[in-house]
C-alpha cells in the first residue's frame, strides 16, 4: 500500500502544473482556434488555452478573431473559459422614440433562405432563388430620370 502512495505521489510531482487564470473576469484577444482549443492572449500578454463557457455560440468565436474584438475570460472548473465578447464598438441605435438606426458606408443583410422588411400591410420579401416580392395597397414609383424594366416576361393586368 505505501508504493502506491508513492507512485501517486510521483506522478503528481511529474503531472504538468496548470496555471489558474485568477479569480474574476480577465479581457484578452483571441489568437488562434484549433484542435487543441482557443489560444487566447489577455491583456498581460500572458496565453491561454480556453474554451467556450455553456451558452456561448463558436461562431462568436470566429467572429471575435476575425475582428480582433476583445473577449471576456473567466476561470472554469477545467480552466480558462470564454464567456462572451467585449462590446468596445457602436451597435444598432435605438433612439428615443423607438425608431432603429443603421449608419455604415455600406449596409448589408444577409440570409440564408429569405429577407423581408415589413411595414404595417407592406411587405418586400428577397429570397435565396433570386425572387423577389412586394405587397401592399399601392405602389408608387417616382424617379427623377428614366425607369427601365428589363425582364423576359412583364404581365400587366
Do not use: Y
Not at 39 to 46: A, I, M, N, Q, W
Not at 146 to 156: D, G, H, I
Request: proline share 4%; charged share 25%.
Amino acid at each position: 500500500m505505501a508504493k502506491n502512495k508513492s507512485t501517486a505521489a510521483r506522478a503528481l510531482k511529474l503531472a504538468p502544473k496548470v496555471e489558474a487564470l485568477g479569480p474574476g473576469l480577465h479581457g484578452g484577444t483571441i489568437e488562434r482556434i484549433g484542435a487543441d482549443g482557443i489560444v487566447v492572449r489577455t491583456l498581460d500578454r500572458r496565453r491561454w488555452v480556453a474554451s467556450l463557457a455553456p451558452g456561448v455560440e463558436p461562431e462568436l468565436a470566429d467572429e471575435c478573431l476575425r475582428a480582433a474584438r476583445m473577449v471576456i475570460l473567466c476561470e472554469g472548473p477545467a480552466g480558462a473559459m470564454i464567456a462572451g465578447a467585449l462590446q468596445t464598438a457602436r451597435s444598432v441605435m435605438r433612439e428615443a422614440d423607438g425608431s432603429v438606426l443603421i449608419t455604415g458606408k455600406e449596409v448589408r443583410l444577409r440570409a440564408e433562405r429569405w429577407v423581408t422588411l415589413e411595414v404595417g400591410a407592406s411587405a418586400l420579401r428577397l429570397d435565396r432563388e433570386g425572387a423577389m416580392r412586394a405587397e401592399g395597397h399601392r405602389m408608387v414609383i417616382d424617379m427623377g430620370a428614366n425607369v427601365r424594366v428589363l425582364s423576359a416576361l412583364v404581365e400587366l393586368p
